[in-house]
Every structure is written in structure tokens, then in C-alpha cells.
């Protein structure tokens, strides 16, 4: 893991808001496989009620940057940004390779239904309340409400 | 996550245990595409203690159905619950596959 790795942050702002951030960047695919555990964790800690929705969502982001997105010219990073605000979770995974948007499928129709790829975002799209890209398509941000 | 294969009366038998994950699935396929090059083309696997599958795993147990079919067979599930039941049942796999 690189070394902009922030855990279990919490930060008062004026007594009024309560932040937890979780930071990481991950160089290979199997990097984050030994990370998972701990982002599960994280997720539980943070958002107990969606914690296993939440992990689905993050794990198909992380796979579909490693597996679609990255260039290994340039040196692999997938970085997963999390910021809890309020009722509000914010997750971005970003990546450092060529920026691209998934087409959306919806893979419950019949002609979909029998393909062997194409879930990952439809999975997501079912378990965030928005989903969105920057950064040229190298970063999708998703949020869930938590309350 | 462990995958432990058996015959059971000309079937094979897969059982999981643990989270299926990209890394997972890829050996799934490559330990069953064995069994079918040695003939075999029942087969069952065995959900049950599986807590998570995510989209590449859900595309290799279509990847193996297909094959199975193709090959005049045919691939069950069983004990889908939790997670996986509602992965399978938001992708509409559950409408695909013969749960047994």
C-alpha cells in the first residue's frame, strides 16, 4: 500500500459535523485482495446498516479500475477515497490509468441475462444512491444515504 | 475461499465456502474446465457457505452453465442465501439457473 493511507479518521468541525475519512491507494490488484478484510471492516465500523452493500459496490469499482481502466505503463494506483458527512457517505475510486465510462446495461434483460461480463455497474447502480464519473472517467464516485 | 471438488454418482460436486472474489472465480473456471475435458458435464455447486460472489464470479458459474448445456449437461445450485440470493435475484440469475 502507498503511503496516503488514512484510517478511521474523525474529525470535529466546531462540535457541529462529525467526518470519517478512509484514504488508501493500492498498487495491484492483489494489494487490494489482502485489503479487503480491513475495508469490510472499515465499512462496518462506518456504516453498519449498508456496510455489506457498500462493500459489493466498492469491490466491483476497485475491479472494474484494475481490470478495465489501468495502464501499467504508467505504474498501477487505484485509490478508494471514503467520506462519511452527516447521513451522507461519499466513496470515489480513482485510477491512474486511461479514463473510461462503462456503458450501463441493464443486465436483467433476457439478451443480458446470459452474459458473462457487464454486472458490475448495474450491481453498484442497485446498492448506491448515485453514481457518477470524473476526472475523464477515472474516478466514479458513488453516495449513499445512511439514514 | 476454499473449493473442494468430489464425484458424487457421475456429478461433480463443488463446494464453496467464503467470499467469491475476481481472483477466486478465475480458479473456479480453470479447476471445473478440467473436469469437462475429462468428460464430465454434471455438475453441482454448493452455495451454501458462500457469503459473497461478486460480478466475475457470477459470470464464470454463466461461463460453466453454457458449457454444460453445450455439452448436453447441466450445472446446479444450491443453498444460495443472503447476499448471494440477492445478487442472483437483482441480476435475474436466479431465473437462469436450476436451484436446487
Do not use: W
Not at chain 2, 33 to 56: P, T
Amino acid at each position: 500500500m502507498s503511503n496516503d493511507y488514512i484510517f478511521g479518521v474523525t474529525i470535529y468541525k466546531g462540535g457541529l459535523f462529525l467526518l470519517e475519512i478512509f484514504d488508501c491507494t493500492y498498487t495491484s490488484l492483489e494489494e487490494f485482495c489482502l485489503a479487503r478484510d480491513t475495508i469490510r471492516e472499515n465499512l462496518q465500523k462506518i456504516c453498519p446498516k449498508h456496510s455489506i452493500q457498500l462493500f459489493v459496490a466498492v469491490n466491483e469499482a476497485v475491479n472494474n479500475a484494475f481490470l478495465h481502466g489501468i495502464n501499467d505503463n504508467k505504474g498501477t494506483q487505484v485509490t478508494i477515497n471514503m467520506l462519511k458527512d452527516n447521513d451522507e457517505l461519499r466513496i470515489a475510486v480513482s485510477h491512474n490509468g486511461e479514463g473510461f465510462i462503462p456503458q450501463y446495461t441493464d443486465c436483467s434483460t433476457l439478451d443480458q441475462v446470459y452474459s458473462e461480463s457487464g454486472r458490475g455497474i448495474d450491481i453498484i447502480k442497485h446498492y448506491v444512491d448515485s453514481l457518477e464519473y470524473s476526472v475523464c472517467g477515472r474516478e466514479v464516485i458513488m453516495r449513499k444515504k445512511l439514514n | 475461499m476454499k473449493v473442494n471438488f468430489t464425484l458424487i454418482d457421475n456429478k461433480v460436486v463443488i463446494k464453496l465456502e467464503g467470499s467469491l472474489f475476481v481472483e477466486d472465480a478465475l480458479l473456479l473456471r480453470t479447476k471445473a474446465l478440467a473436469y469437462f475435458a475429462e468428460g464430465h458435464k454434471n455438475f453441482l455447486i454448493d452455495l451454501s457457505k458462500v457469503d459473497y460472489i461478486d460480478s466475475s464470479g457470477l459470470g464464470v458459474l454463466v461461463s460453466l452453465q453454457k458449457r454444460a448445456l453445450e455439452h448436453q449437461g447441466a450445472l446446479q445450485l444450491h443453498g444460495l442465501t443472503g447476499v448471494v440470493l440477492e445478487l442472483f435475484e437483482l441480476t435475474r440469475l436466479n431465473k437462469i439457473f436450476e436451484i436446487v
